[in-house]
């Protein structure tokens, strides 16, 4: 069972914005989150993550136009996309770790996922 539920994908034009959410148990408030994505045939890529402390740090393909927030009081998560493009069509999921931030930011790296939530953007 997923213990990170994520919401707000969906299909935009290309330039459009979309925000997901990810809402995690509240004894979460402390990990390390973080947003992969996946396209079909390829691998998982780290999209945004931000620690406790609430920094952050971006892949170069998204940096400039995503933005990772987090809401302790709410449990939740966000990644704002702006200036979306068809590349950045993928599935994208939450992630979380009780421990610091994993530099690189793997996929193995993390205990804690959702299920996923489609973002489309057409050109």
């Known amino acids: 069972q997923a213990q990170l539920v994520e919401s707000g994908g969906g299909s935009v034009q290309s330039g459009g914005s979309l925000r997901l959410s990810c809402v995690a148990p509240e004894r979460y408030e402390s990990y390390c989150f973080a947003w992969f994505r996946q396209a079909p045939g390829n691998e998982r890529e780290g999209v945004a993550r931000?620690?406790?402390?609430?920094?952050?740090k971006y892949a170069d393909s998204v940096k400039g136009r995503f933005r990772i927030s987090r809401d302790k009081p709410m449990n939740t998560v966000y990644l704002e996309m702006n200036s979306l493009k068809p590349e950045d069509t993928a599935m994208y999921y939450c992630a979380a770790t009780p421990f610091l931030c994993p530099e690189p930011l793997a996929a193995t790296a993390f205990q804690f996922w959702g299920e996923g939530t489609q973002v489309t953007v057409a050109s």
């Open positions: 931000i620690e406790q402390d609430s920094t952050r």
